[in-house]
């Protein structure tokens, strides 16, 4: 299945895309895509629906980020060797965690406003998933059966307030609008082999970043398993795994996402997000 939401900002519904592409509105049947409505007996409910019974929404509808609410929003760094090494840092021994503020969550093709004093915007496409069931203490071999779906996010950063401004990342990791999410959840029963996907993203019309999945130091199930024994994973929780090479950090001379420019990230079967940046008001 490919879940999406759909309708104004804060508004959002539920929604299926259907074989033509065409979103469905799921409102009158199930509830929003948070942790209740993503857990196994909801999908499960959704997954038996004929979309043709469903209404189908006017086309252009804008589409909000594919998971509501998430209660945390989970990511890992120097994830691909290459990007390790783009960034001049050593491979990490364990996954290396930071996070993001859920304000930071963004539509999938929304746009993103740069912040003031912002001096180095960039960007890092991603694979990320929701989890749908509880995850506590699990090993690697029952990880990915917590998994509710699979998307892409883009986890854009401003490198100066993340290096330069003292502290941890989070502060340039988690200006408003810096999660964008999308297109679609694609349900984990879709995604055979979350390790076999490639990822590209663009900026305007410039390939950045040519990856595979296959590449992660530490894969899907490594991660989930490793991030339950420190805290327990709830149905809703959003995990991004990390980027391959390509940042415009890495680039000389870096390659800083500019006002008025579109950074489009794309995976195998996860569709395409876009989002042009702006000046924040």
């Known amino acids: 299945m490919k879940l999406v939401r759909f309708g104004e900002k804060g508004f959002e519904k539920p929604g ?7 979103v469905r509105d799921l409102s009158g049947v199930a509830g929003d895509f948070d942790g ?3 857990a196994p007996a909801a999908l499960a409910r959704i997954a038996a629906l004929d979309p043709a019974s469903l209404p189908l929404v006017p086309k252009g509808v804008r589409l909000g980020a594919c998971v509501a609410r998430p209660g ?10 290459d990007h390790a090494a783009e960034m001049k840092s050593d491979v990490p021994s364990e996954p290396l965690l930071f996070m993001k503020a859920t304000s930071a969550l963004n539509g999938p093709f929304d746009g993103v406003p740069i912040p003031r004093g912002s001096i180095k915007i960039d960007y890092e496409g991603e694979l990320a998933l929701v989890i749908g069931r509880q995850a506590k203490y699990v090993s690697r071999s029952e ?14 950063s401003e ?15 988690s200006c408003d609008g810096f999660a964008p999410m999308g297109p679609w959840l694609v349900s984990a029963d879709d995604v055979p082999d979350p390790q076999a996907l ?12 040519d990856g595979s999945t296959a590449d992660m130091v ?7 398993s ?12 959003v995990i991004s795994t990390g980027t391959p090479h390509g940042v415009a950090a890495g680039m000389t001379p870096p390659g800083w996402v500019r006002p008025g420019q579109r950074v489009s990230v794309a995976i195998d079967g996860l569709g395409e997000l876009c989002n042009q940046f702006y000046p924040d008001a």
Do not use: W
Request: proline fraction near 2%; charged fraction near 25%; aromatic fraction near 12%.
């Open 218 to 224: 530490f894969p899907v199930d490594e991660i989930i």
């Open 36 to 38: 209740v409505g993503l």
């Open 159 to 173: 490198r100066a307030f993340q290096n330069e401004r003292g502290g941890q990342m989070t502060k340039g990791k």
């Open 72 to 81: 945390k929003i989970l990511c890992i760094g120097k994830n691909f060797k």
């Open 198 to 209: 490639r990822i590209r993203t663009r900026v305007d019309d410039e390939v950045r970043q």
């Open 16 to 22: 299926l895309l259907d074989a033509t592409g065409g």
């Open 143 to 156: 990880a990915l059966s917590h998994v509710a779906g699979y998307f892409i996010m883009n986890d854009v």
């Open 226 to 237: 490793y991030l339950s024994q420190f805290f327990t994973l709830y149905p809703g929780d």
